[in-house]
């Protein structure tokens, strides 16, 4: 297993990102490609080459690329769960995923929304933009990874068991399942076995069910057991990234610094 870290995490122009990642002993990035500097729209090939050859300078890799599209205007978070939102949503997914293989990177992680227990109408809106993105994932040997949390494994596995197609996979992220499922991250490991392709390192606590309320904390504070999560990811061949998001403190470089190390202990450990 690999080390990562989100660039967005350290608050900062993501070339000196880049460069603080490097020091820490990070061997790839992850980044958002939704707006701003690395858009497809704003990605020229001249530039592509520009952020290839620096990244490869570090002597990293582009771990993932983050096409989580977020909210818009009129609907927050809506993932792909309204069928005329997913007409756009569709389409900039699967220019996300072009640039991503650009930038040699096989994996772009989103949120999908909640997916419902039950079969219902939300549900099969979901599933049919899903599976067309796997579809198109599968075509151009690419992985379009839904990360979890809004739902449990074993509900995301038979979502995605449904769909016909492989190219929609798992971005795992043990701290989501804790703070909003109250899920346990290391059975989920094997529930979703057949589908992790990259995984968050991240932390963090639910601090009440109804109304539910959740704190992200620093890896190995919260209700993630390390020590028994990376032997799951062992025992299931995982060797991917565990690419750190930090998304909360006053001191983003010192806490991702804390993480980097944390990692590196329990992998030294883990063999």
């Not at 293989?101 to 999908?112: S, W």
Request: overall charge negative; aromatic content about 6%.
């Amino acid at each position: 297993m690999k080390i990562g870290v989100l660039l967005e995490g350290f608050r900062c122009d993501l070339k000196e990102g880049l460069a603080k990642a490097a020091a820490l002993g990070a061997q790839g990035i992850q980044a958002y490609a939704v707006d701003g500097e690395l858009a497809p729209e704003n990605m020229a090939d001249t530039k592509i080459r520009e952020w290839l050859d620096l990244v490869k300078s570090h002597n990293m890799v582009f771990s993932a690329i983050c096409g989580d599209l977020g909210a818009t205007p009129d609907h927050v978070g809506s993932g792909f769960e309204i069928a005329e939102e997913n007409v756009w949503r569709v389409k900039r997914s699967k220019e996300i995923m072009d640039l991503a293989k650009k930038l040699e990177c096989n994996v772009v992680t989103t949120h999908i929304g909640t997916v419902p227990a039950e079969e219902c109408e939300k549900k099969e809106i979901m599933r049919a933009a899903c599976r067309e993105l796997a579809l198109y994932a599968d075509s151009i040997g690419s992985y379009f990874a839904v990360e979890t949390g809004p739902e449990s494994a074993l509900l995301l596995k038979d979502f995605l068991d449904s769909l016909g197609a492989k190219g929609v996979r798992v971005n795992y992220d043990p701290a989501n399942l804790v703070m909003v499922v109250a899920d346990d991250p290391v059975a989920g490991v094997h529930t979703l076995s057949d589908y992790i392709v990259h995984t968050h390192a991240k932390d963090g606590l639910q601090l009440s069910a109804n109304p539910l309320k959740w704190q992200e904390v620093p890896l190995g504070q919260g209700g993630v057991n390390w020590d028994e999560y990376l032997k799951a990811l062992k025992a299931i061949g995982f060797d991917g990234f565990l690419t750190i998001e930090r998304e909360v403190g006053d001191n983003p470089e010192v806490d991702i610094k804390l993480a980097v190390d944390f990692l590196k202990e329990k992998l030294a450990v883990l063999g």
